[in-house]
């Protein structure tokens, strides 16, 4: 056949290492007929790359590389013309489908040293609740390792390394150097989406100068908290209208910070932060192309697993998908 062109294609997962996979589909379509395939090849294996031949310009163009991997959301390359003779080389990220994996956690004394902070925090929490469910107490040693095949409890303990990991990555803007995990005191409930903790009061007063002045800080927005009233822990007294909440404007893996003035068991006064990640609004442009579906269901912490190993390429983040 004239005009003829090569594609070679290697997989990559979320940590840019190669995506062991197989029973793989890829197939080519041009941009205007996505459901009639010019080639399309079956049960492949990667790695290692696989080189395809494809039809060349003028016979094709505006073609698309379409990706069907079991244990991986459907991913589609960004469109391509090949001349004759040419080969197109494409290294692509797939992510993985949450249904699929199941985590794998650093145990407690191999955690790296990345996570001390929060090692020290929990070290001082001595009552810790699943959100929803059982009470945990001090979530350190063997209480932190030993969790079985509670999935409420494992992918409360994977959303408490998400949220510790973007806490940490992310510093106050207002003109210290201070990553956000720095102001958690104690850590009060851990759940699918978020942690509840008791704060450094400098937090509420940090957040509260960036939602009075927006413009100067545009990493953030204001956002609504009184939906977030729900989430206080039981024996805190907190007033609905005194809450207030910030969120950073990234397009997917929104940090949210919630916080609430209220009284603890003992009637002290103390600051409430709700800390979560979510994907609402549209996604990262730089990895938009990797998600063909929008997320459902709520925030599943293994879907915030592949976006902050995509941002924080060699970041330990104490567990990881097998």
């Known amino acids: ?39 399309r090849h079956r049960d492949l294996s990667f ?9 060349a310009f003028p016979q094709a163009d505006n073609l698309i590389c379409d990706i069907v991997a079991p244990r991986y959301r459907h991913r589609k390359s960004d469109a391509f013309t090949l001349f004759d003779g040419e080969t197109i080389i494409r290294n692509l990220t797939v992510i993985r489908r949450p ?14 040293n990345e996570l001390l902070p929060l090692k020290r925090v929990l070290e001082t929490s001595t009552n810790v609740k699943l959100k929803g469910g059982k009470t945990l107490g001090k979530f350190t040693d063997d209480v932190y390792d030993n969790i079985g095949d509670d999935s409420k409890l494992q992918f409360a303990k994977a ?5 510790f990991t973007k806490l940490s990555m992310m510093k106050e803007p207002t003109g210290g150097n201070e990553a956000w995990f720095s102001f958690v005191q104690k850590i009060l409930e851990i759940g699918r989406e978020r942690i509840i ?13 960036i939602k009075d002045r927006t413009s100067d800080f545009p990493d953030y927005r204001n956002t609504p908290a009184q939906n977030h009233h729900g989430n206080m822990p039981a024996g805190y007294q907190v007033t609905k209208n005194k809450m207030f909440s910030i969120k950073s404007n990234e397009d997917n893996g929104n940090l949210q910070l919630t916080l609430a003035p209220a009284i603890d068991p003992e009637g002290k006064e103390v600051l409430i932060l709700d800390a979560d990640i979510d994907e609402e609004g549209r996604l ?3 990895i938009k192309t990797l998600f063909l579906h929008k997320f459902n269901g709520g925030t599943h912490p293994f879907d915030i697993h592949e976006y902050l190993s995509l941002i924080y390429r060699n970041r330990p983040m104490g567990y990881e998908l097998v």
């Open 99 to 112: 249904d699929k994996w199941k985590a794998k956690f650093d145990l407690w004394h191999q955690l790296p």
């Open 159 to 163: 959303a408490l390394l998400n949220v």
């Open 284 to 286: 990262l442009p730089h």
């Open 1 to 39: 056949m004239s005009n003829e062109g090569f594609f070679e294609l290697g997989l990559l997962d979320a940590e840019n290492k190669p995506a062991n996979e197989t029973g793989v589909t890829i197939g080519f379509h041009r941009i205007s007929t996505p459901d009639k395939f010019l080639v």
């Open 197 to 209: 903790a008791v704060a450094d009061p400098r937090i509420g007063q940090i957040v509260r100068t």
């Open 47 to 55: 790695p290692p790359n696989r080189r395809f031949t494809i039809p």
